[in-house]
């Protein structure tokens, strides 16, 4: 059998904001998305630069097992994680049969529910403790402005994780002039609603902490000028979305 091999971007020891507990953070590259507020738009791309094996990678990683303690383990992000969904599947299986929490950081890009893509997906749910899932935004046409993308098969995602019941976060930034809008996070809101395993619910601020990566890839940043939201823009959103409601699943 051919050795799978992924490709990624960097490793982070150490994150208390991706996953329950404290979690160490694999970024794989390639990303479908080229959202206007990326943060890591040095993880796009397929460079085809670091290569590794599961193996490899969890051997890294399991060097951090000791910050994890009760809750915490192994996020995978990017990039979109799901892009490599081969190397993804052998590596959380690794990662379980080692006991290790796995949880993946997707905005949901590459879900399809073509037989061969389909097929791969459920057998990735069997090694996966919980998704953290991007919602970028629930109008279709706002979400092609905003990603490049139709949102579409992401909420066909979300919908087929929820048959599933398999737990996910839903994390959901709110951008001035793009999201910070009451009508379309009540809209956002009914279609939480609408699911059953949904165990958080995060507003993520807009911030211009990665414009600096623009500047070294010589990429214009498409997002100047944009503050980012107060207080009670913040605090309005995580009403609308009833954040404190969902409080479950490793608190």
Same mark, same amino acid.
């Given at each position: 059998?051919?050795?799978?091999?992924?490709?990624?971007?960097?490793?982070?020891?150490?994150?208390?904001?991706?996953?329950?507990?404290?979690?160490?953070?694999?970024?794989?590259?390639?990303?479908?998305?080229?959202?206007?507020?990326?943060?890591?738009?040095?993880?796009?791309?397929?460079?085809?630069?670091?290569?590794?094996?599961?193996?490899?990678?969890?051997?890294?990683?399991?060097?951090?097992?000791?910050?994890?303690?009760?809750?915490?383990? #192994?996020?995978? =992000? @990017? *990039?979109?994680?799901?892009?490599?969904?081969? $190397? %993804?599947?052998? +590596?959380?299986? &690794?990662? /379980?049969?080692?006991?290790?929490?796995?949880? #993946?950081?997707? =905005? @949901? *890009?590459?879900?399809?529910?073509?037989?061969? $893509? %389909?097929?791969? +997906?459920?057998? &990735?749910? /069997?090694?996966?403790?919980?998704?953290?899932?991007?919602?970028?935004?629930?109008?279709?046409?706002?979400?092609?402005?905003?990603?490049?993308?139709?949102?579409?098969?992401?909420?066909?995602?979300?919908?087929?994780?929820?048959?599933?019941?398999?737990?996910?976060?839903?994390?959901?930034?709110?951008?001035?002039?793009?999201?910070?809008?009451?009508?379309?996070?009540?809209?956002?809101?009914?279609?939480?609603?609408?699911?059953?395993?949904?165990?958080?619910?995060?507003?993520?601020?807009?911030?211009?902490?990665?414009?600096?990566?623009?500047?070294?890839?010589?990429?214009?940043?498409?997002?100047?000028?944009?503050?980012?939201?107060?207080?009670?823009?913040?605090?309005?959103?995580?009403?609308?979305?009833?954040?404190?409601?969902?409080?479950?699943?490793?608190?």
């Amino acid at each position: 059998m051919e050795q799978v091999l992924g490709y990624y971007q960097s490793i982070e020891s150490f994150a208390l904001v991706d996953g329950p507990g404290v979690r160490s953070v694999l970024f794989l590259q390639g990303c479908p998305f080229r959202c206007l507020y990326c943060h890591n738009p040095d993880t796009w791309t397929f460079s085809k630069s670091n290569p590794i094996t599961p193996e490899e990678a969890l051997k890294k990683m399991i060097r951090f097992k000791p910050y994890w303690k009760n809750h915490g383990g #192994i996020t995978i =992000s @990017g *990039g979109e994680p799901l892009s490599q969904i081969d $190397f %993804l599947i052998e +590596f959380a299986k &690794l990662c /379980k049969r080692n006991n290790i929490s796995v949880a #993946i950081d997707t =905005s @949901g *890009g590459p879900f399809s529910k073509n037989e061969a $893509f %389909l097929n791969k +997906f459920d057998e &990735l749910l /069997k090694y996966v403790d919980l998704f953290l899932l991007d919602l970028k935004c629930i109008d279709e046409d706002l979400h092609i402005k905003i990603t490049g993308h139709s949102n579409k098969n992401v909420l066909e995602m979300f919908k087929y994780l929820d048959e599933r019941n398999i737990p996910i976060w839903i994390r959901h930034v709110l951008v001035p002039t793009l999201t910070d809008n009451d009508e379309l996070l009540k809209r956002t809101s009914d279609f939480i609603s609408s699911l059953h395993n949904v165990k958080r619910v995060e507003i993520l601020p807009y911030h211009t902490l990665g414009v600096f990566k623009y500047e070294k890839l010589g990429i214009n940043y498409p997002l100047k000028g944009v503050d980012t939201p107060n207080d009670e823009c913040i605090e309005n959103a995580k009403k609308i979305l009833k954040v404190d409601t969902y409080n479950g699943y490793l608190n």
